[in-house]
């Protein structure tokens, strides 16, 4: 068990591709730590150098407080899983989950014992005799699984360990490797272009893009505070509204432009966060997640209202995820990813299930305003101090 | 509507058994047909060399139209084995044994050069192709090509240097004389298994470089085991090929000794003095050195095919 720190990690890929642009991060010891991003972002190859695969550019690398930068992946004392599970086809599964420790020259006897015990925690006892061949997706993934910890390393490192099974086992293997992992405790950075899985896996999440750290913090923060436009728009789903607007601080309130309309700010919010005074009369980007968006009709008590017409609606059951159209077009940050429920519309409301909208007509909905975000039009940057 | 598509689907399986029978029965027929007569072609001249092996060489001319041995006896195949006495040797052959040579002693110099020809060049290739595949060397590519260029070379033109490297070295007439050149690779044998081990995950070895086994164990124990079906598949080519080497133990090994069974038949025609050939014997003889391979192919081959279809995980 360790801690590790990256400082200032590079990579830059021969033909000059800089993958991961120095990174920074400090992992503590027993945490679980999940890169996510879009694909290509560098978190592969941010784990990569972790695990000594690939080559550190620039920056420093260490494992338990020892510098590891330049040191050889058999001597880092770290255990990976991989996509594609990379097991060994010609071996049972009792000698890859033992492979690592034959090589250890881990004495027979006890080497039994370990490999017994994972396979128990993985439920793989009854497959032991079996080549990698002759199981189920899940079951080759617990294999993979197995042979890491079987090792007892002190890190942890998964590189989208579950994206080849299929929706239902994804779900229940997340809560499996959180329960390991917690029970064994060991420093883990898991890989993931899933934000749903890095949320609910991870204690900490870094969100990566472009090869640039733009966020590390717990799950909740990362949803409630997010430090710019790119982790506002990736993190939650449906993703945060996201518009132009200007703001305007009157005697009684704020007032922020929502196309044609407005709503109200209560005043503490300069209080709150001081630098929104200088952006008075200003463009800038304005968030509000599809949760804080309410069917008026159902929600009286708020009085922050739009009007807008009703382009779509998912009835879900438990809710109903409403496409607006408010008169405003959804900002388009740059290399932002694109999210698959955009309709062009660009404003979502999450309404409870008995909410009597209806498609194509115009409706008002409330919002809670307390909860909006500004974004910095030219940086992107949250406007949080 | 689950009715109608019920219907629609009964309605195909009362059309499809005599429908599917009856394609499939001029489709198999036709092609029973085709394998039967690639069959007799290519199993004919085995047939022919077994006939005329179990003939008199004397009786050969008189019944060439007949598909079964002339004059039956299997004094031919005791000929070459050196089991026969002179009175059969004279009945069989028509006159005084004259071109004579130890079969098992060949047999005993094709199976040594055959089998570590395989052993070598296989070990050897594939290290090498491992090595093009996935070592990161300086100019590994352009190595690699010029050494693929090596395939373009035909064999004759190092017939004479190496001969002159060998009988330099004072391995004239030796089995190392006769191995070298083969032993330790060839550029087809290496394409072709740095093309297999190109398709081999990376991730596998990565995996088994983070378990912490070296460039040498990764090989031999995961990239090997993984790459069984093409490299049984080599050692049978490179072992048939070996055995059916012809040109250079001819120049090298003149001494009877050391002459695999490829140039010792070549030897048994030849040492006919001024006699018409003795077809009998040359064709029990070739036959009987065949019999390896084909027993080799009759074990091995049916493993390669189903190797075919050995699944690796990717
Ligand atoms: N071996 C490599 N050589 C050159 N470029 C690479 C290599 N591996 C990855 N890249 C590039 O680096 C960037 C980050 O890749 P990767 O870390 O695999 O992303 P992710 O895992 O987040 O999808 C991508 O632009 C990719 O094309
Ligand atoms: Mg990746």
């Known amino acids: ?385 | 509507m689950t009715n109608i598509a019920d219907r629609i689907e009964n309605l195909g399986s009362a059309l499809e058994p005599s429908a599917r029978l009856r394609r499939l029965g001029i489709g198999r027929g036709a092609a029973w047909l085709i394998l039967i007569a690639i069959l007799v072609v290519s199993l004919f001249p085995f047939w022919w060399a077994l006939r005329t092996g179990l003939s008199t060489n004397g009786n050969l001319f008189a019944g060439d139209q007949s598909l079964l041995p002339v004059g039956y006896t299997d004094n031919n195949f005791e000929r070459v084995l050196g089991t026969a006495s002179e009175a059969e040797i004279l009945e069989s052959l028509g006159r005084e044994n004259t071109g004579s040579f130890d079969f098992l002693q060949s047999l005993k110099v094709s199976v040594i050069v055959a089998t570590a020809i395989t052993v070598g060049q296989v070990l050897f290739s594939a290290m090498a192709a491992y090595a093009f595949a996935r070592l990161k060397f300086w100019g590994r590519d352009k190595l690699f090509f010029l050494f693929l260029s090596g395939l373009m070379i035909p064999p004759i033109f190092t017939l004479i240097p190496n001969l002159v490297l060998v009988k330099n070295l004072g391995w004239l007439n030796s089995y190392p004389g006769i191995i070298a050149p083969f032993f330790f690779m060839t550029p087809f044998a290496v394409f072709f298994l740095r093309q297999f081990f190109l398709g081999i995950s990376r991730e596998v070895e990565e995996a088994a470089l983070l378990d912490g086994a070296g460039n040498f164990r990764t090989f031999f124990g995961i990239i090997v085991p993984m790459s069984a079906a093409p490299i049984a598949t080599l050692s049978i080519l490179t072992y048939i090929t070996a055995w059916n080497e012809f040109l250079w133990p001819l120049v090298v090994a003149r001494a009877p000794e050391r002459q695999p069974l490829t140039v010792a038949l070549g030897q048994f025609t030849a040492q006919q003095p001024g006699t018409s050939p003795d077809w009998s014997g040359l064709m029990a003889g070739t036959l009987l050195a065949a019999l390896p391979i084909i027993v080799i192919f009759l074990i091995f081959g049916r493993k390669v095919v189903d190797s075919i279809g050995f699944s690796g995980i990717k």
Request: hydrophobic residues 40%.
């Open chain 1, 1 to 385: 068990m360790a801690t590790v720190e990256l400082e200032e990690l590079t990579k830059i890929y021969p033909g000059g591709v800089k993958a991961v642009d120095a990174m920074s991060l400090s992992i503590d010891d027993g945490e679980f730590v999940v890169f996510v991003g879009p694909s290509g972002c560098g978190k592969s190859t941010a784990l990569r150098m972790v695990a000594g695969l690939e080559e550190i550019s620039e920056g420093v690398l260490r494992i338990g407080g020892n510098e590891m930068t330049k040191v050889h992946p058999r001597q880092r004392d770290i255990a990976m899983v991989f996509q594609n599970y990379a097991l060994y086809p010609h071996l049972t599964v009792r000698k890859n989950i033992a492979y690592p420790l034959k090589l250890a020259k881990v004495p027979k006897v006890e080497m039994q014992e370990r490999v017994q015990r994972t396979a128990e925690v993985l439920q793989l006892s009854e497959y032991l005799d079996r080549k990698p061949g002759a199981l189920s997706g899940g079951q080759r993934q617990r294999v993979a699984m197995g042979r890491a910890i079987v090792r007892e390393p002190s890190v942890f490192l998964m590189d989208e360990p579950l994206s080849n099974l299929d929706a239902k086992l994804r779900v229940y293997m997340r809560s499996e490797i959180s329960r390991i992992q917690r029970e064994l405790g060991v420093t883990t950075i898991y890989v993931t272009h899933d934000q749903v899985e890095a949320m609910t896996m991870g204690d900490r999440v870094a969100v990566l893009k472009g090869g640039v750290l733009q966020q590390a913090d717990k799950p909740s923060v990362l949803y409630s505070e997010p430090a710019n436009l790119f982790v506002a728009g990736f993190i939650g789903s449906p993703a945060m509204n996201l518009f132009e607007s200007s703001i305007q601080v009157e005697e009684q309130s704020i007032r922020v432009r929502v196309g044609q309309q407005s709503v109200d700010l209560p005043l503490e919010y300069l209080d709150q966060f001081p630098a929104l005074r200088s952006y008075d009369g200003e463009r800038l980007v304005c968030g509000i997640r599809p949760d804080d968006v309410y069917d008026a009709a159902l929600n009286p008590g708020l009085v922050q209202r739009l009007q807008g017409d009703v382009a779509l609606l998912e009835k879900l059951g438990s809710e109903i995820v409403a496409h607006l159209d408010v008169g405003v077009r959804r900002f388009e940050s740059a290399g932002a990813d694109e999210t698959e429920d955009e309709l062009g519309t660009g404003f979502i409301g999450r309404f409870r299930p008995q909410s009597e909208a209806r498609a194509g007509d115009r409706m008002e909905v409330a919002l809670d305003v307390s909860a909006m975000h500004f974004f910095d039009l030219a940086t992107g940057e949250a406007i949080r101090s």
